[in-house]
């Protein structure tokens, strides 16, 4: 694997920018997107109005509700994929089963951790999202950690800078 840490090139193609409400995966996938110039996209612009409108009322979501988003991050994934062009991906992909499906050849996850106290004060500052705070302990309770060698754990009291620049360290020296 060819990594220059300090450039932000690498030769994973597609990064998934996990974890709950309020972990910061946009903020850091943005900062992560700039530094190895990939595209981003935030999937929470892929939820079906339905789905946006059972958030904002404060009702989680099922797997059926989730369904036709995993289809449409799967084909911005699959696009890139097919054309070859790196991507960083916010998605909060809480279950293993979801992970699985995004997951592929050249895909690692940064999963952005977080105390519950921490997550509660950043979503209780957090202007103009649709997601209801009080939906965060059903994301807790859905959330499955992930482990594996294709996940690297990062924890959200860190500056997203340090976050991106442990990322891209760890991404320069694991095994291709």
Do not use: C
Request: aromatic share 6%; net charge negative.
């Amino acid at each position: 694997m060819t990594t220059d840490p300090s450039s932000g090139n690498t030769s994973a193609p597609i990064v998934v920018v996990m974890g709950v409400s309020g972990s910061g995966k946009t903020t850091i996938g943005q900062l992560l997107a700039t530094r190895t110039e990939r595209d981003f996209v935030d999937s929470d612009q892929l939820h079906t109005p339905e789905s946006v409108a059972k958030m904002r009322e404060g009702i989680p979501l099922t797997d059926d509700d989730r369904e036709p988003w995993l289809e449409a991050i799967e084909g911005v994934i699959n696009r890139h994929r097919d054309t070859g062009r790196g991507l960083v991906l916010a998605a909060s992909a809480l279950k293993g089963i979801y992970r699985e499906r995004l997951a592929g050849p050249g895909t690692v996850f940064v999963f952005l951790h977080g105390t519950p106290a921490l997550l509660r004060e950043r979503l209780a500052t957090r202007k103009g999202h649709f997601f209801d705070p009080h939906l965060l302990d059903s994301q807790l309770a859905t959330l499955e950690e992930p482990h594996g060698d294709d996940i690297y754990r990062a924890e959200i009291d860190q500056t997203p800078t340090h976050i991106v620049d442990g990322f891209l360290t760890w991404l320069a020296h694991r095994p291709a």
